[in-house]
Nanobody, 115 residues
């Protein structure tokens, strides 16, 4: 079984920054892709950023240029650096890893952007 634990969420003012972290319980080399999703109240969960094991990163149009996904293979960690945050970025953020048809999720971490 794979466990994912997110951290780093919180309350931040518009224009501020946060870095989310995701600790993965096994080697991230085992997975085809790592990603961050988010779900705002009353909305469907949406893909924010993805980093495939052998390809380039990709981002939702709404966050491109502001968010950066990265990985630390030695620590089995996945990160999401979020800059220039906007109120519309408010959501629960979920870490996701995928191995072929199997997908694993963390419990989520709340990000609230408000003045």
């Amino acid at each position: 079984q794979v466990q994912l634990v997110e951290s780093g969420g919180g309350l931040v003012q518009p224009g501020g920054s946060l870095r989310l972290s995701c600790a993965v319980s096994r080697s991230i080399f085992d997975f085809n892709a790592m990603a961050w999703y988010r779900q705002a109240p009353g909305k469907q969960r949406e893909l924010v950023a993805v980093i495939p094991s052998g390809g380039s990163t990709n981002y939702a149009d709404s966050v491109r240029g502001r968010f950066t996904i990265s990985r630390d293979n030695a620590k089995n960690m996945v990160y999401l650096q979020m800059n220039s945050l906007k109120p519309e970025d408010t959501a629960v953020y979920y870490c996701n890893v995928r191995r072929w048809s199997d997908a694993y999720w963390g419990q989520g971490t709340q990000v609230t952007v408000s003045s």
